[in-house]
């Protein structure tokens, strides 16, 4: 409420409340001086509060959401305030002004409620009755379908869940193990959509769906080295035969398989420089919040893209998958030529190409030494 003659106001701090004096009717006097104040001139609320710190707290049944977790409210009616903001293409608010709400610590021993920080009458239409009963409060931690996080400058941003690759994370992260129980990873963007529009083609015979495959890639953007490398894998793992069930000739056979050998080809052009933390590119969440893996891998300087990605490759031989290596037009004051050595774990098995000839030649010594092992098992 602001006051007469110094036009200043008198308000309670937000998160607290006062305690009236002497209530009677319409009349209620504010603590300490409060008898003393100047003349109210315009302006002002007064709410009655539930709790001393005046926070709103929110019911909802078995949230599973714990204290100091930040959640977005949508669809609060006449409590509008309660409402976290529509959000823009780049995690930011395009209307609204709040992207979270952080949850506080409420002695709710059944977990059916939320209580809000800096919530109360202050915010905008907190002190009007709530009106809608299609209210929902929804989690921001990985694996929900908002995603809040902290920019490498500390800013604020909220992702929403996209279609696109991105590495495993946790245990199996360097593992073939089926997704039905151990998921693959969620990359998160702003709007939950994907620059890239391709698929990974799954083993076949069918030489013109390989070159188109081929046709529709890009040449633009950055490089997820161990991608390629751990869905490689996947297209030899029977743990993902589920996932390439579309033509018989996608499913690949279980690796005690009669006389298999399963042989991985890796062709690159050794410029592995982008990795993800949590479903967010690396370089652009804050280490505090995240550190991408790197496998134990302690070589300064190198990429966690071409860590992740040699993990893989050791993973993969210690499954009995045979790695040949191709780097094309690499640029050898970088980590390229070590890595193909060090993913094929066999000075044979790689090869560097400075043109298409040399390209052309490799996938010929490839493909002999692959009859060899066929002829010879």
Known sequence: MTQSGSNTSAH?????????ENPLGTVFFLPGDGRDYRDWTSGGTAAACEFTTCNVRITSVGHGIAVGERIVVTGAGGMTGLNTCSLSSSGTCSSGS?????????????????????SGPTVASMATNYTA????????????????????????????????MVERYGADEFTDANPATAPLGILYTGNGTCTQANYVTPLTDN???????????????????QLGVAWGWYLLSNNFSTVWDREPENVPRPKNFSQLAR??????????????????????????????????????????????????CNALRADGVIIYTVGLQLNTAGFSDDFL?????????????????????????????????????
């Open 12 to 20: 309670s701090v937000l998160n607290s409340s006062w305690q009236v």
């Open 98 to 118: 709040r992207l979270t709400w952080t949850v506080l610590a409420d002695n709710d021993a059944n977990d059916s409620s939320l209580t809000l920080a800096d």
């Open 133 to 164: 009963n299609s209210a929902g409060a929804q989690c921001t931690r990985y694996g929900c379908d908002r995603y809040w996080y902290l920019t490498s400058g500390n800013a604020e941003r909220v992702f929403r869940p996209s279609p696109c």
């Open 207 to 225: 030489r013109q769906r390989l070159f188109d495959a081929v046709e529709d890639l890009d040449t633009d953007g950055s490089t997820a080295g």
């Open 263 to 312: 042989v991985l080809v890796l062709m690159t052009d050794g410029e592995f420089n982008y990795s993800t933390c949590n479903g967010i590119a690396s370089s652009g969440i804050s280490s505090t919040l995240c550190t991408p893996s790197i496998a134990g891998d302690n070589t300064v300087g190198r990429d966690p893209s071409f860590k992740q990605a040699q993990a893989l």
């Open 341 to 377: 050595l060090a993913c094929a774990g066999n000075p044979r098995n790689a090869f560097l190409a400075a043109n298409n000839e040399e390209l052309e030649a490799a996938f010929r010594n490839i493909a002999t030494a692959i009859n060899r092992l066929r002829i010879a098992r």
